[in-house]
Structure formats: structure tokens, C-alpha cells
């Protein structure tokens, strides 16, 4: 008799990925959504509602079947596919621990590969386009001496969107250099050293902030709704 999925996904959520593997919460809910993703196809599928499928409901070509509708139904690039595959296959790790009964459909599922993506040349704008984008944002606006700033710290630092949307106002360090101190994806932390141009403009954007009575609240506020649906079509791309 196969093993009920619920309870070994509820494990996986709730206790390997926070205690066991302490991944970030941008893992866990980009892994949540693939699950979502899935679930929804197997009930369509099925007819079965998720708290009554079963490990068997998710062996081999049911995960083929729903990585193909990624691509032909939701659109989504190779790179989407393959993100929501990795997800696939931890979890199938964890239920190789879990329920050695079914090593067999755990062993059809890691088997499913990857698929191969041209990867793309990484473009860059030229000094003139930069100072383009950078001229664009309204400076006699709030919104545009926010955008401002956060353009201008991008392009300095290099920073990844989520870096950015997430940073503190603790992170920037005005001395005789001033430096960010940057939280990437995987736990990965840098300094870097901006520039006095970036300093200045960050340290008025603060004053600013302080005055609003935001001093050390998150320095360009809560993402909104378009970056967060942004976000959730490139999951491998953000945090």
C-alpha cells in the first residue's frame, strides 16, 4: 500500500528544510510554490484532493506530465522548469529517509534530468545609457529621489534585487569609507565599498527616511505586488 503524501510533505516544510537544512525563506517559498504548482496539476489529473494523494501519485511520468505543462501551459522558460525540478528532488531525498518502501519511485524521480539551456551572453549598458537610467527617476518627487537612490546603489555595488528590497538601514557604514554590507543568496555575505557620490546620496535618502519616522526600518520599503508576481515567474533568479 503506498504512503500518504501529506504527512511527509508536511516533514519536509516544516522540519527539514527549517531545522535540518536551515535554508533561506526565499528557498522555502519558492519550493512552497513549485509544490502549489504541483499539487494543482495533480488534482486536475487525479481528481484526487492533495490530503489524499500518495507518493505513487508523484512518480515518474506525473512529474514528466507536470514539468511539460510548465512550458507548454504556463509558459515558463527551461530555467523555471528546472528550478521547480530541484524542488522535486529534495523532497524525494527526504522521502528516500522517510519511506524506504518507496526507494523505487524515488529512484524514477532523481533520474529525471535537467534540461539543457543555451545560456544566454550577459549584455551591459555603456556609460552614457547608465547615466540615462540614472537621470530618469524625478528627484523633486519622494518616489524619485527613492528610485534614485536605489539605482545608484545598484549600479555601485552590484547588488541582486532581493539584496536591495531587503536591505537595511544598518548595512550602509559612513566612515572614512563608507561601505554595504550585503546579504546574498545562500547565506553568502560581501562588503562592498561605494562610492562618495553613493554615500551622500544614501546618507540624505536616510535623513529623509528619519524624518518620515522610518530611521531604521528597510531603507526602500515593502516590495509591491509587480515585483512580487515578477519574482514568482523567475524563481531562480531572485535571492
Given amino acids: 500500500m503506498s504512503t500518504a503524501l501529506a504527512p511527509i510533505l508536511q516533514y519536509f516544510f516544516t522540519e527539514h528544510l527549517v531545522s535540518h ?19 494543482q496539476f495533480l488534482k486536475k489529473k487525479t481528481g484526487k484532493q492533495p490530503f ?10 506525473a512529474i514528466i506530465d507536470f514539468l511539460e505543462s510548465l512550458e507548454e501551459q504556463r509558459g515558463n522558460q527551461v530555467c523555471s522548469r528546472n528550478a521547480r525540478l530541484t524542488a522535486i528532488r529534495s523532497f524525494f531525498h527526504v522521502v528516500a529517509l522517510r519511506d524506504p518502501g518507496s ?8 533520474a529525471i534530468p535537467k534540461k539543457r539551456t543555451d545560456k544566454r551572453l550577459v549584455g ?5 545609457e547608465m547615466d540615462a537610467v540614472l537621470t530618469a527617476p524625478d528627484q523633486s518627487t519622494w518616489i524619485g529621489r527613492r528610485d534614485y537612490a536605489l539605482l545608484l546603489t545598484m549600479y555601485n555595488s552590484g547588488a541582486r534585487l532581493s539584496e536591495m528590497t531587503c536591505m537595511q538601514r544598518g548595512q550602509v557604514k ?6 554595504l554590507q550585503l546579504h546574498g543568496k ?21 535623513r529623509e527616511c528619519e524624518s518620515q519616522g522610518n530611521g531604521g526600518g528597510i531603507s526602500f520599503g515593502a516590495r509591491d505586488a509587480a515585483l512580487e508576481r515578477w519574482l514568482e515567474l523567475h524563481p531562480a533568479t531572485g535571492g
Fill in 103 to 110: 526507494i523505487g519511485v524515488v529512484g524514477r524521480v532523481l
Fill in 124 to 128: 551591459y549598458l555603456t556609460r552614457d
Fill in 186 to 206: 545562500g547565506r553568502k555575505e560581501r562588503v562592498v565599498p561605494l562610492w562618495a557620490k553613493t554615500g551622500r546620496v544614501l546618507r540624505n535618502w536616510f
Fill in 52 to 61: 489524499m494523494l500518495s507518493v505513487d501519485d508523484l512518480d515518474a511520468p
Fill in 21 to 39: 537544512k536551515q535554508v533561506s525563506l526565499r528557498t522555502i517559498v519558492a519550493y512552497r510554490d513549485s509544490f502549489r504548482l504541483l499539487l
Fill in 174 to 179: 559612513f566612515d572614512s569609507t563608507t561601505y
